[in-house]
């Protein structure tokens, strides 16, 4: 049974989320890095790339949320918000990146929200087994999409790349703490399912 409380600070934890701007309590990876001059069209593409790493880390804050919501097990509720706590990190960072390049974020952050937390939710109702499965697979796949990104930024943005390569890092160290909590391997139908999910959602907010 659902706890009233924790569906309320949920609630609470998506308004901030899509709302307000996010704090990041850590220094961020580019700070002394100095900003290269980039072209018009090389800014459009960072920023474009970066507003899809904004985007997905809207869906991870989504996912978990809803995820820990439905956990039935104290210890994998705790992973699950030990990571959403620094992906409130990789917001702020992407957030300022996106700004410093003259961007803007996802039009559609609040459907993405919307649609990942009740992904999350569902995958809590499976079992905590299967619900840190599913947090497992998210970030390999999220790591695996930023190692991409990585190698599309433009090769002298140097501020960009300190901030995807730190996240790659804390996606991986997620994955890890998940297995280490006693993930399953899901099923090659879910993870074929997640990476097409996947390539729409990246596909669209690449644009919008």
């Not at 600070?9 to 701007?21: E, S, V």
């Amino acid at each position: 049974m659902l706890d009233l409380d924790r569906l309320i600070i949920a609630f609470d934890n998506g308004l901030r989320t899509l709302l307000a701007p996010a704090h990041s309590g850590r220094p961020h990876p580019d700070r002394g890095v100095a900003d290269a001059p980039l072209s018009g069209e090389e800014k459009q593409l960072a920023a474009s790339l970066m507003r899809v790493n904004h985007s997905g880390e809207i869906c991870a804050q989504a996912l978990y949320q809803g995820q820990s919501l439905t956990a039935r097990n104290p210890q994998a509720r705790a992973a699950l918000e030990r990571a959403a706590v620094e992906e409130t990190d990789h917001l702020a960072w992407t957030a300022r990146r996106i700004e410093e390049l003259g961007g803007r974020i996802s039009l559609l952050n609040p459907l993405w929200y919307a649609s990942s937390f009740a992904l999350g939710a569902a995958a809590g109702l499976l079992g905590d087994k299967w619900n840190l499965g599913f947090l497992a697979e998210t970030e390999r796949q999220v790591e695996g999409h930023l190692a991409g990104h990585l190698e599309r930024l433009p090769a002298h943005d140097e501020k960009s790349r300190a901030v995807l390569e730190e996240m790659k890092n804390d996606e991986a160290r997620h994955a890890r703490s998940a297995v280490e909590h006693g993930a399953a391997d899901l099923p090659a139908p879910v993870k074929h399912a997640m990476k097409l999910g996947s390539k729409v959602m990246t596909g669209i907010t690449y644009w919008i």
